[in-house]
């Protein structure tokens, strides 16, 4: 699960050294970003239950098998 909680840690995180590091020459990239994660959020909802029920779903499957 640690994976999980990391791979979703790291967008925000990559937001934040972005805006620090670019001040407001990167606001611009970050509101076209937010723009299409508004646009896109119900595949990008349904991507991430299907890649966790995935997980699920293979744990599982591996746990049948002893």
């Known amino acids: 699960m ?3 909680h990391g791979s979703t840690a790291v ?3 990559g937001s934040v050294v972005i805006h620090l590091a ?3 020459r ?3 990239f970050l509101d076209s970003v ?3 994660m508004v ?3 119900t595949v990008i909802t349904v991507m991430v239950l299907l890649l966790l ?3 699920v779903l293979g744990h599982g499957l591996s746990g049948l098998g002893r």
């Open 2 to 4: 640690s994976i999980e």
């Open 11 to 13: 967008p925000v995180l």
């Open 22 to 24: 670019g001040g407001q």
């Open 26 to 28: 990167t606001a611009s």
């Open 34 to 36: 937010s723009q299409f």
């Open 39 to 41: 646009a896109k959020n």
């Open 53 to 55: 029920n995935a997980s």
